[in-house]
């Protein structure tokens, strides 16, 4: 693929050479040796001025593309100065005016983000020492049940030995009534022998 220079160059060099060439078949008896010196001269002099006229146009454009390859690759400080009034003048200021509000919109994209960050920091802190606080609160609660049924396992316990010192008792009573009812009959004949 033909760069720009040689695509700018190349018409120019041609239209030169058939301007040249007309010029020869117009008058081609009467030329002297000396006219085909300078129109080697003035071949080689129309070469050069088409690659220079080339460069004066793609130099501008080259390095637009260099500059806008720069800020696609995310460089927001990529400008272009030219000194030209021309076109590539203006399109240098566009170009500028579009990386400077790229970068504006960049700027204020980062300053949403970190108003957002912050927002979102002060509300998830909020969370967090909420958070902390029921946290807390659980473990107070869990420490408290946990105190409770050790007491309520002490009071079955405890329940339990007094239901063992009751039947202890009971027996006793039982055996105490027994021997009370034994011993009462006796004691009522005794009763009943005193009495007469």
Do not use: W
């Amino acid at each position: 693929m033909p760069s720009l220079t040689s695509k700018i160059a190349v018409p120019i060099i041609l239209a030169g050479l058939f301007a040249i060439t007309i010029f020869l078949a117009l008058d081609y008896e009467r030329l002297e040796p000396s006219f085909f010196v300078v129109l080697l001269l003035l071949s080689v002099s129309i070469f050069f001025f088409g690659f220079a006229i080339g460069q004066n146009f793609v130099s501008p454009i080259k390095r637009l593309i260099e500059r806008a390859t720069n800020l696609s690759n995310g460089d927001l400080t990529s400008r272009v100065y030219l000194e030209s009034k021309d076109e590539f003048g203006e399109l240098a200021k566009i170009f500028n005016k579009i990386a400077e509000e790229l970068q504006e919109s960049h700027c204020e994209t980062q300053k949403t983000e970190e108003s957002v960050g912050i927002k979102v920091k002060a509300r998830t802190q909020a969370l967090e020492e909420t958070i902390n606080a029921l946290e807390q609160k659980v473990k107070n609660r869990t420490i408290e049940l946990e105190r409770l049924i050790q007491e309520s396992k002490k009071l079955q316990e405890d329940a339990k030995l007094k239901e063992t010192e009751a039947a202890g008792f009971r027996k006793e009573l039982n055996s105490l009534k027994s021997k009370v009812v034994k011993s009462k009959p006796n004691k009522v004949i005794e009763n009943n022998n005193e009495n007469a």
